[in-house]
């Protein structure tokens, strides 16, 4: 059959590795306020110890953020500025129209929903229509307050806020011996991705972020992976309507002094360290399970169970996948071999 193609030739997804000190910045508001999951972090320890050296105006700052989460608007923005300081962030802030700042924080949710959020941020005065389009996200762990403190509060309190935490956090956080070295050994993952053309994106995504396996999404151009320290051992994923954001903990040979063991190891030993964690542990190795059957089995609160899960899961000995907690045996097994490296084979 004869043919005449007139299609362009086939597009694929763009990827961008950006790291600079407001992304560690805003991650480190983001990693403080988030006190379900704080306990994992491995900054938590120090984020505890250090809170007495903060200002009060910081401190108050962290309690809006944490109440509100609009820690959330804070990456939509950033995401857009790829601001490389504090002082650019803030002006970038300033010279936004009110439509342009609601379209960019109003979070998407699907392409049904986007002439809606469009709509809305056109309309960022009517309070009813975000408490309509919170709605939307009815359930979901952050997402519906944030939207709903969009509305309560006005664009200029938002806007205040956003330019005095970032301002309070980045003094109080440089303040950090390790803070140079953070930013060198970010500096230097980004250089080492600066030129990214690869006809293989999604085995580059996986190779860059260490496992990321990437499915491609409707409308979605562009993946960003912005490497970091300060919401390690996480990696947290945002969609905006168009680009994908992987923040993905950087390589931890960047950050190990001689002779010091790897915080993964720390982590896992933590983990391993309550006879409740490893009779879980013990059961997920024999038989995948729910919360609401583990909650069971124990005979403890969905709370309590979430909370030693998470630890677990940090020390990523377990893994879930629609609500359903099964044990990772490669990293068990693995374990105890990298314990006899670090201890027979110092680095």
Same mark, same amino acid.
């Given at each position: 059959?004869? @043919?005449? +193609? @007139?299609?362009?030739?086939?597009?694929?997804?763009?990827? *961008?590795?950006?790291?600079?000190?407001? #992304?560690?910045?805003?991650?480190?508001?983001?990693?403080?306020?988030?006190?379900?999951?704080?306990?994992?972090?491995?900054?938590?320890?120090?984020?505890?110890?250090?809170?007495?050296?903060?200002?009060?105006?910081? %401190?108050?700052?962290?309690?809006?953020?944490?109440?509100?989460?609009?820690?959330?608007?804070?990456?939509?923005?950033?995401?857009?500025?790829?601001?490389?300081?504090?002082?650019?962030?803030?002006?970038?802030?300033?010279?936004?129209?009110?439509?342009?700042?609601?379209?960019? *924080? !109003?979070?998407?949710?699907?392409?049904?929903?986007?002439?809606?959020?469009?709509?809305? &941020?056109?309309?960022?005065?009517?309070?009813?229509?975000?408490?309509?389009?919170?709605?939307?996200?009815?359930?979901?762990?952050?997402?519906?307050?944030? $939207?709903?403190?969009?509305? @309560?509060?006005?664009?200029?309190?938002?806007?205040?806020?956003?330019?005095?935490?970032?301002?309070?956090?980045?003094?109080?956080?440089?303040?950090?011996?390790? #803070?140079?070295?953070?930013?060198?050994?970010?500096? %230097?993952?980004?250089?080492?991705?600066?030129?990214?053309?690869?006809?293989?994106?999604?085995?580059? =995504?996986? $190779? =860059?972020?260490?496992? *990321?396996? @990437?499915?491609?999404?409707?409308? *979605?151009?562009?993946?960003?992976?912005?490497?970091?320290?300060?919401?390690?051992?996480?990696?947290?994923?945002?969609?905006?309507?168009?680009?994908?954001?992987?923040?993905?903990?950087? +390589?931890?040979?960047?950050?190990?002094? &001689?002779?010091?063991?790897?915080?993964?190891?720390?982590?896992?030993?933590?983990?391993?360290?309550?006879?409740?964690? !490893?009779? =879980?542990?013990?059961?997920?190795?024999?038989?995948?399970?729910?919360?609401?059957? !583990?909650?069971?089995?124990?005979?403890?609160?969905?709370?309590?169970?979430?909370?030693?899960?998470?630890?677990?899961?940090? &020390?990523?000995?377990?893994?879930?996948?629609?609500? $359903?907690?099964?044990? +990772?045996?490669?990293?068990?097994?693995?374990?105890?071999?990298?314990?006899?490296?670090?201890?027979?084979?110092?680095?």
């Amino acid at each position: 059959m004869n @043919y005449l +193609n @007139y299609t362009h030739p086939i597009e694929t997804i763009s990827l *961008v590795v950006e790291s600079t000190p407001v #992304w560690e910045s805003i991650l480190g508001i983001t990693g403080f306020t988030h006190s379900q999951l704080r306990h994992t972090f491995e900054f938590d320890e120090w984020w505890t110890t250090g809170q007495k050296s903060m200002s009060k105006l910081l %401190i108050k700052h962290l309690e809006v953020i944490e109440k509100t989460n609009l820690w959330f608007g804070l990456i939509l923005l950033q995401e857009k500025f790829s601001a490389t300081s504090i002082i650019e962030f803030s002006k970038r802030l300033n010279e936004m129209t009110m439509n342009e700042f609601y379209r960019t *924080v !109003l979070p998407y949710k699907d392409r049904f929903s986007e002439p809606i959020r469009k709509s809305l &941020a056109a309309q960022y005065k009517d309070g009813d229509s975000f408490e309509t389009y919170a709605s939307y996200f009815h359930g979901h762990e952050y997402l519906e307050e944030y $939207v709903l403190h969009l509305g @309560y509060l006005s664009h200029q309190e938002i806007c205040d806020l956003y330019k005095s935490i970032l301002e309070e956090w980045y003094n109080w956080i440089i303040k950090n011996p390790k #803070w140079d070295k953070w930013i060198r050994a970010l500096d %230097i993952e980004q250089k080492q991705y600066s030129s990214l053309e690869s006809d293989k994106p999604l085995e580059m =995504i996986e $190779v =860059i972020t260490r496992g *990321v396996k @990437y499915i491609p999404e409707p409308s *979605v151009w562009t993946v960003k992976m912005i490497p970091q320290v300060t919401y390690r051992p996480w990696t947290l994923v945002i969609r905006t309507p168009d680009t994908k954001l992987y923040f993905y903990p950087l +390589n931890e040979k960047y950050l190990l002094e &001689a002779g010091s063991p790897s915080t993964e190891l720390v982590r896992g030993h933590k983990a391993l360290g309550d006879e409740l964690r !490893l009779k =879980i542990l013990y059961e997920l190795v024999n038989k995948n399970s729910s919360l609401q059957e !583990l909650s069971n089995q124990f005979n403890i609160s969905k709370t309590t169970l979430h909370h030693q899960l998470s630890l677990l899961k940090a &020390a990523k000995f377990i893994q879930v996948e629609k609500g $359903v907690y099964s044990a +990772n045996l490669s990293q068990i097994q693995s374990f105890s071999k990298r314990l006899n490296q670090y201890l027979v084979e110092p680095i």
